[in-house]
């Protein structure tokens, strides 16, 4: 069945450093890619997303690029900050209804 | 707005028992989906609800599972007998369309 890859599953940075998340999905008829960001004990929140027409997207911090002929995205965080550290899910969706998710990355940012 | 809630926070019940979990979309959202996150792994996806009608419950698990949308608002879940493997974080979401989800809180369901 389809499925989501999600890499890598703990990330540790330094403060003021990068931090990649890799995803690679396998329905390529997916076309919408949300990430998702979940602090402890809290809901997760929509960050950043793309659709499958964008090769790229930012939104100051946060980067998402896109390689549909890979099947893959990634998340891009630079100048990580304390507060980044969470837990990222990326997601793959059909239309916005078939949606699997990433097992999460749990990124630590140290001070 | 108000965002999509769900009750309770957290659950314990014995093996065996009924629990219901209810979450309340936020208003005008035709789509509402529940999803579960078992021990730490990724969240699955159970069902997707557009209006009161089922667009896609091919991830229920299995007829333990209940999922009700009466009159397209807010949606129960019902889990009867719970078993142990029922275990984890049941998270609610909805969306006006194919834009990205809400979520929930989610409701913390301990099976003992």
């Known amino acids: 069945g389809e499925n989501v890859e999600q890499h890598p599953s703990t990330l540790s940075v330094q403060e003021g450093d990068s931090a990649v998340i890799k995803c690679t999905y396998s329905?390529?008829?997916?076309?919408?890619f949300p990430w998702y960001k979940q602090e402890l004990g809290k809901r997760p929140q929509l960050i950043i997303d793309?659709?499958?027409?964008?090769g790229e997207k930012k939104d100051q911090r946060i980067a998402v690029t896109l390689n549909k002929t890979a099947k893959h995205f990634s998340l891009h965080i630079t100048e990580t900050q304390p507060e980044d550290s969470a837990v990222y899910f990326c997601?793959?969706?059909?239309?916005?209804?078939?949606?699997?998710f990433g097992a999460g990355t749990r990124l630590f940012v140290k001070a | 707005e108000a965002g999509v809630t769900q009750f309770p926070s957290h659950s314990v019940i014995e093996k065996g028992q009924t629990v219901t979990l209810r979450c309340d979309p936020i208003?005008?959202?035709?789509?509402l989906y529940w999803y579960r996150r078992v021990m730490g792994k990724e969240i699955k996806f159970l069902l997707h609800?557009?209006?009161?009608?089922?667009?896609?419950e091919s991830g229920m698990p299995n007829n333990r599972f209940l999922a009700e949308r009466t009159g397209g608002t807010y949606s129960t879940l019902k889990v009867q007998p719970a078993e142990l493997e029922d275990s984890g974080v049941y998270f609610c979401?909805?969306?006006?369309?194919?834009?990205?989800?809400?979520f929930g809180s989610g409701t913390r369901l301990t099976v003992v």
């Open positions: 979401a909805s969306s006006r369309g194919e834009t990205g989800w809400f």
């Open positions: 793309i659709r499958s027409n964008v």
């Open positions: 997601a793959a969706s059909n239309q916005g209804f078939k949606t699997i």
């Open positions: 609800f557009v209006k009161e009608s089922k667009q896609d």
């Open positions: 329905d390529s008829a997916s076309n919408y």
């Open positions: 208003s005008g959202h035709d789509n």
